[in-house]
Every structure is written in C-alpha cells, then in structure tokens.
C-alpha cells in the first residue's frame, strides 16, 4: 500500500521540486535536448554573448525565472525592441516600458537608482535612446551578479544531463 509522501525522505522531495522545475523549462523549449551533441554551443564568456545566443538567452531567462528575477532581462529585451521601432511607435511603446519596468508601481519594476528613474519621467517627446542609460544600468546589473551565479548554475549546463544527475533512489 502508499505511504504517501511521508514516507519519502525530505532530501529526495527537494530534489524532485528540483526536477520538476527543470522538466517544466524544457518543456518550454523542447529543442534544447535534441541538438545535436557534435555542434552543441560552448558556454557563453559574457553576458553580450549569451544574450546573442538563442538557447543561451532561453536558459539565462529560466535561470532568473528561478530567482524571480526575470523583470531584469525582460526590461533589457523590451528596451532592444524599443531602440528597433520606427519613430511613430516609440511613443507607446515608451510609456507601455516605463508602465511596465519604471513606474514605482509597475508590476514588473526593476531595480534603478532614483537618478536614473527620475531622469524617464518625461517621456514627452522619447527618442531612440531615452532608455540606454536605463538599459545600461540593469545590463551591468546582470553582468555582476546575475550572470556569474548564472555561469555556476545547473542552468548553464546541459539540462538533461543536470536532470540525470538529480535522479533520487
């Protein structure tokens, strides 16, 4: 008969929370497991290159999902496609950024100084360039301390060999 979970050491139960996580951002990404193994990409160096890289860029934004942290990289990939947007849409799309990163109420806000956020409170006539400085700021943020906890974790390694080695018996 089932014991249930009682039953099953503490140990073993984190590791399964540990996979379940694993398994459910590969789900996300089913490619990721079957690339071929001759061509596979090396780790990334620094954070410019992981973020050219298309599965690189997936397992960073799994890796800060996993430490709620995912506004940074969501804020930074906002203001790419900002810089990128033709000249009638920056309008929109400056305030759909400040509403969703800058606004001291905003749902996903990032981490700025207040020289930097008071510096985004006009956005009367935004340019190009309104956010770089903004950018900037949350890109170092993550080169120093997001991207080295990155570069240690299970996340940076291949995913189905990370869920290999957590098999509890």
């Known amino acids: 008969m089932c014991k249930g979970l009682s039953a ?8 399964a929370k540990g996979m379940r996580v694993k398994l459910s951002h590969l789900a996300e990404k089913q490619d990721w497991g079957h690339k071929n193994r001759a061509h596979e990409e090396k780790p ?3 954070l410019e290159s992981l973020l050219n890289s298309k599965m690189g860029l997936q397992a ?8 709620f942290s995912e506004e940074n990289l969501e804020f930074w990939l906002a203001c790419e496609d ?4 033709s000249g009638s849409k920056l309008a929109a799309k400056a305030q759909s950024i400040y509403n969703q990163f800058i606004n001291p109420d905003a749902p996903h806000e990032v981490n700025l100084d207040s020289e930097t956020r008071e510096s985004l409170m006009d956005l009367e006539a935004p340019t190009a360039d309104t956010f770089d400085e903004a950018q900037h ?5 993550m080169a120093k301390d997001s991207f080295p906890r990155f570069m240690r974790s299970s996340y940076c390694k291949q995913p ?6 957590t098999t509890c018996y």
Do not use: M, T, V
């Open 82 to 85: 900002y810089k990128n947007s």
């Open 137 to 141: 700021r949350i890109f170092s943020l």
């Open 8 to 15: 099953i050491p503490s140990s073993c139960l984190e590791k």
């Open 44 to 46: 990334p160096q620094d």
């Open 60 to 67: 960073f934004r799994w890796f800060l999902r996993s430490e």
């Open 160 to 165: 189905l060999k990370a869920l290999q080695n």
